[in-house]
Each structure stands twice: as structure tokens, then as C-alpha cells.
């Protein structure tokens, strides 16, 4: 029988190539749960039951039972079965000193944060940490960018969690690991893809003699493409506090905010829920730079913003399928009015711009070449300032959800920090909730909790912008 594996795609593997000792590139999620329907009856969670809820959901994950090998020669990353896997290393369990106060589970955020993956193994742990105030329970997930972008997060949700409460699962089958691909197997699985990939190659060659006029336009919007994803890293953004090398240690904030709030911001004044996030970061940012000293008169600052290409068709899958554009905050406009329409201005351009065309050209270069052309390339926007800080904000369920019978009441996002960049926003709406998750690295921002404060002050004064109706 042939050993099983799967390919990493070019943008898979280059967060792989991208991962040192100081940035570390797993996502995560910080799930806070009442603990009261899963407390067994020593009074402490029932680790047992949600280790065996886990086990019975992972048939529908099976990238989280695979661990990572290499193709000879060209040394390019695959999937292969984990015939070693053991749930207790993956499933972890910890407590906070009672009661664990809000500030305690953010700094043990931090720290597990700051821990890398072992890449000799599935490329995930979940930390299940009771003790907390309020009787509620974390759990703590990180799982490795290259396993997963924020919209296959969000399904990794749904296949954990219910929007019923349920009291019963079926038991996990026996896992059974299919057998690992030996090396000529792996060599001559990569010999048969480049061939009919040069046949793919041929037939769309035969499709430009075709149409050869709406081929070429096609063919020139892609590589005009390629030269707007490119182009904002020709000139470095603006130095600031926030750019600075970073080391392995993390500091991790957060803060909710009314999902229904934003919205009645977007309404009168704009724009989407994503450029009143954009905006109220920029506030925020500039709030924070002149705390710092720092005149934001002239500064050019720029947001990574990565937008998903996943279809309906593709919901589900792991991996990532995601672009990214490069939007200029105007941290320099003192009035939040101007500020805000600026925002909208630039945010509606760039989503008129061929860069996520680009985007596609690039990993399909990737794939065909070298995954390292596309590492290359990202390692090349990171160290020459091509943006300033990344903000992410994906869209969740609107309705409750559950573990088992446990709602969930708040879920804060992680987002990796890249060499120079301090500084990571990402953000989860769930349930009428606009959840902030601020990643920041422990040396360069010791004063993380101030720039979440300006986060909400921000906010605050969009909402009031907004009309007397919509703040009261």
C-alpha cells in the first residue's frame, strides 16, 4: 500500500520558512466557558469527559492528527499521519490560583503564547485552565499558521463547538494512521505533480491561442497585481516604538466591545464594520505614539489587513486562503471625523485595486516554483517596514455556542507577530460581541495595557460621532 501524504500549498509552507526564535507562527484563542455544567463531582473540571469530547471530534480534523515531514531534495513540507499521537500531550490542563482574576489568565496568555509548537508533532495544543472568577473555565487554543488562516479557525470552531447544549457525544473510533510514504514515494508523488502541472500548463497555453485579447488582459491585471502587492514595501512605512526586533516573550490584552455599536458607527458615518475598526486603531495609535513622545505629524503608518479568498465551496478546509492589502492609517488627522473618511477613502481603493489578484499570482508562482520565492518575498515586506502593525478581523456566529453544555461567553483572537512588528490586532465577533485580542511582544510594549485603553477611549468617540441616538 502507497504511504499517504499531502502537499503543503507555497503560502502553507512559507509560514513554516518565516518561523524563528522570535516570531513564533501559531494563532490562538483565548474561550472563555461557564464552568458549572462540566464540573465533576471532586469540584474541579472533568478533564476526563471534555479530553474524550475532543478525541470523538477529531475524525472530522484529521489535519490535527498529522505531523509534518519533507519531500527529499527539494525539502518541501507534507502531511503525513502521526502514528505516535497521544491526546494528553495536545490536551493540557491548568488552573489559576482561585479566584484567577482577569489580569492572571491574560499573563498565562502570554506565556503560552510565547512557547513555540514542536514542529515533530501535530502542530496544536489546547490549555484548559479553570480556577477563574465569576465560576467560568478558559480554554486556550493555539494551532500553527500553517495549518490554519482565520476563517479555517473559525471553522475548527464549528466543529467544536454546538449551538444547542448537549449532554452526550459518541465515542471516539480507534485511530488508525495510514502508512507514511517513503522517500522514493514522496519524490516520485512530486515528479508526477510538476508533470501534470506542465500539462495544465499546455492546455492553458492552447486557451490564450483561443482568446488570445482576454487572456492577455487578464494576464496583465494579474501581473499589475503582483506589482500593488509588492509596491508598498519599495517604501518603508515610518519608524516607530512599535518596529522594533522582537524576542520570544509575550504580552497578550483584550477588551469587548457591542458588535450592535459598530454597526450604528458604520450606519452613520460609512463605511463597513472594518474601516470602524481600522479607524478606531488608528485613533488608538495615534493616542498611543504621542504618549510615547513621538509627533505623528508626517508619519506614514500602515495596517497589514488580510482579507480571506475562501468560497462557500471551500469553508471547512484547513490551510490558508487568504490576501492581504496595505492601508494607510492617517494617525496624523487629529479630528476622528476627517480620520474616519480618510479610512473609508483608502479601505474603498484598495478593495478596487488588482492586489488580491496579485496575491493569487504569487502563491501560484510559489507552488510551481520554489516555496522559498514566496517566503522570500514576506520576509522581504517584513524587514523593510512595508507596514507598521497587522490588524485581522474576522466574522463569526451571530447565535450562542457551547462545549458540550457549557456556553461560551467570550472568545479574544491571537495573531503571530513578524520580525520588526511589536505589535498584532486581531478580532472575533460572536454573539453580539466585537472581541479585541492584543499580541505584543514583552520587551518593546510594556505599556500594552495603555494602547488598549486607547482602543476603547477610540471607539468611544466614534460612537458619539455617530449621533446623540446611537451613543446614548
Known sequence: MAGHYERLSAL???????????SHMHVGVALLFDAAPLRASHGGLDMERIRAYVESRLQLLPRYRQRLTYIPVERHPAWIDDERFNLFYHVRH??????????????????LLSQKLDSTKPLWEIWVVEGLEGDQFALVAKAHHAMVDGVSGLDLLAVMLSPAPSTTFE????WRPRPAPTPGELLMGEFWRRSTGALSAARMGAGVLASPFQSLRSGWERAGGILEVLG???????????????GPHRRFDWLRMSLDDAKAVKRELGGTVNDVVLATVAGAARRFLLSRGLRTEGLDFRALVPVSLRSDEQRGELGNRVANFVAGLPIEEPDPRRRYARIVDETSRRKRSRAVQGSELLEEIGDWTMTAVLSQLMRLSVRRRAYNIVVTNVPGPQMPLFLMEAPLREAYPMVPLFENQAVGIALFSYS?????????????????????????????????LAGPATAA
Open 12 to 22: 502553507d509552507a512559507s509560514f513554516l520558512e518565516i518561523e524563528n526564535a522570535s
Open 94 to 111: 491548568s488552573a489559576l490560583p482561585r479566584p484567577g482574576e482577569e489580569r492572571q489568565l491574560k499573563r498565562l496568555c502570554g506565556r
Open 171 to 174: 465515542a471516539a473510533p480507534p
Open 232 to 246: 508598498p514595501g519599495s517604501v518603508p512605512a515610518s519608524p516607530t516604538p512599535i518596529n522594533l526586533p522582537i
Open 432 to 464: 453580539g460581541g466585537l472581541f479585541w485580542g492584543v499580541n505584543a511582544d514583552w520587551d518593546a510594549v510594556p505599556d500594552l495595557h495603555d494602547l488598549t485603553i486607547a482602543l476603547r477611549e477610540e471607539f468611544d468617540v466614534l460612537h458619539r
